[in-house]
């Protein structure tokens, strides 16, 4: 079996490599259900950790991954996350090149309005780049983004939260401003990281610092020139200038929506998203482990897989809320009811939506885990209540 | 899924189906499937799908590009003008271009070049002399013209990699 941290998240096997640590999918002991776990450094877990503690019950939003709980053992924290299957933006681009002109705008939208949620909750993102954007497996369905990967997130009435006068993030998406500063976070610098990711995606490659946004997007390789207000939206987000840049991720979603891009086309073949299409990217279960959990029954080969009692993990300095703060149920997000294609499995994909937002995001890959679900959701009222 | 059509979608797209181009480039370059993904910068169900017909082109015009830069260096391994050891390094390279036209081109172009002077050298070492007569010479150089002595053993005698290197740190004096 799997390595058991903290006695209750038996890890299954690596998903991908994070900016910081490897991102796991894990077997939830407690909750009996698979999520997505990143084991940090305690040192590199300090910011994710004060982050969790003071925001995440507040930031309940359709497209916002924060994660829903952590554990601590010797030195290495472990934060848990909803699995989101459909890959990252990063990969959606690396696979289509340069997307289409409804489709960027859609996922900008989807991005501006997460930015536009935390932000009001004081929350500064800081690493906001195509890697960080999550994605359902909706198949050919519409797109559902989410803004994960919070290690470096900061409040904005914290100045220089994390160490030293060097400029966090990533090269190429890092507003100018806190190239030269460094970091008071100040969620403007979001904006022009979501900039440069719709950048990204309209020219299919990762920007270069101090690129000429209206030069870049004319010379992008792609079959239809960009809408000039599109144009126009992603010049004044990734601005260098923060007097000229767009100031709050509210405006931009004005000016999206005044563009009419987001609406589909007239046609209704046509949904303005061309050939692209959300794979399932993450593989079946390895051996040993099915949708409930890890195979009873006599091992193959190893120990014999004892049911450990699920232990609840004693967090030195824990937050007060627990290690596994949820917020109380949202309204399940509009999702993809389709069947999206899956190389990976023959079968039929099950695309099953849970009863709430978070459990939707889930691998709730059979009716049992539903129920399950369903019994979680019950439980998680009576404790919140 | 007509993937007949597709199929011949792709073989008059590419020449012949993708996954006769891919199955080549997975044995020259002894990939699984997973690590010709990763080479290419597309993901495992986008490779598989292109694999299989199920899906004709390749949307992305860098994983383009590093399909023909895998092909390109699956020639030269075959041809001998790229040798075994410097594959890995050569991969890297592929994986990371951009496919952004002026940098993927300017570095490939650079890079290939010093490599071809380089196994020119070593080459040509190795046709006049042994290796161990290259070492005795070497040694006998080394009280006197220490450099000299130095280029006889790292072109003559040793691998690639640390040849290739010393091309790179004394390139900007010519």
């Known amino acids: ?385 | 899924m007509p993937v007949q059509e597709n199929l011949d979608a792709q073989r008059q797209a590419y020449g012949e189906p993708l996954s006769e181009i891919f199955g080549r480039l997975r044995a020259a370059f002894g990939l699984n499937q997973a690590g010709l993904a990763g080479v290419l910068g597309l993901s495992a169900p986008m490779l598989s799908q292109l694999n299989s017909g199920q899906r004709v082109k390749i949307g992305n015009p860098a994983v383009l590009q590093r399909v023909q830069a895998l092909s390109e260096l699956a020639d030269q391994l075959a041809e001998g003008t790229v040798q075994q050891q410097d594959v890995a390094s050569r991969l890297e390279e592929i994986r990371t271009s951009s496919g952004q036209f002026t940098r993927s081109t300017s570095t490939a172009l650079g890079a290939s070049g010093d490599d071809a002077v380089v196994a020119g050298m070593r080459n040509l070492l190795r046709a006049v002399a042994s290796g161990a007569e290259l070492s005795r010479a070497a040694a006998r150089l080394e009280a006197d013209h220490p450099d000299l002595a130095e280029v006889l053993r790292l072109y003559g005698t040793g691998p690639a990699g640390p040849a290739a290197a010393h091309f790179a740190r004394h390139r900007s004096l010519f």
């Open chain 1, 1 to 385: 079996m799997g390595d058991v941290f903290a006695g209750r998240y038996e890890l299954v096997d690596p998903l991908g490599e994070g900016g910081v640590g490897t991102v796991w999918r894990a077997w939830d002991r407690r909750r009996s259900r698979y999520c997505a776990v990143k084991v940090l450094r305690q040192v590199d877990a300090a910011s994710l950790l004060r982050f969790i503690r003071e925001q995440s019950l507040r930031l309940e939003h359709p497209h916002v991954l924060a994660p829903t709980g952590w554990a601590g053992e010797d030195d290495k924290v472990l934060f848990a996350m909803p699995m989101v299957r459909g890959g990252s933006v990063a990969t959606l681009v690396g696979d289509f090149g340069p997307l289409p002109v409804r489709l960027a705008a859609v996922l900008l939208d989807q991005l501006l309005s997460a930015l536009e949620s935390i932000h009001s909750e004081g929350v500064v993102h800081r690493d906001v780049k195509p890697a960080n954007l999550l994605l359902d497996a909706t198949g050919t369905g519409r797109p559902h983004l989410w803004l994960g990967d919070f290690g470096i997130a900061a409040g904005i009435d914290e100045p220089r939260l994390t160490q030293g006068p060097y400029a966090l993030g990533t090269p190429g998406y890092l507003a100018p401003e806190v190239r030269r500063q460094g970091w008071h976070p100040d969620p403007r610098a979001d904006l022009y990281s979501a900039g440069m990711s719709a950048l990204e995606m309209l020219t299919g490659a990762p920007p270069e610092d101090d690129v000429d946004v209206a030069e870049a997007l004319a010379a992008a390789p792609r079959a239809d020139p960009v809408p000039e207000a599109l144009v126009e939206i992603v010049a004044a987000l990734a601005e260098p200038s923060l007097r000229a840049r767009i100031g709050v991720a509210e405006d931009a979603r004005g000016r999206l929506a005044e563009s009419g891009l987001l609406a589909a086309a007239s046609s209704d073949d046509d949904d303005g998203f061309g050939e692209v299409e959300f794979f399932d990217h993450i593989p079946p279960l390895p051996e040993g482990w099915t949708p409930e959990g890890p195979a009873t029954g006599p091992a193959e080969s190893g120990p014999t897989r004892s049911a450990a009692p699920p232990l609840v993990p004693s967090p030195q300095n824990g937050p007060p809320t627990g290690g596994t703060g949820v917020g109380p149920a949202a309204p399940p997000p509009t999702r993809h009811q389709g069947t999206p294609h899956s190389p990976w499995t023959p079968g039929p994909q099950p695309q099953t939506p849970a009863p709430r937002a978070r459990s939707s995001k889930l691998t709730a890959t059979a009716l049992a885990m539903m129920l399950t679900g369903l019994l979680m959701l019950l439980l998680m009222l009576l404790l919140l209540a």
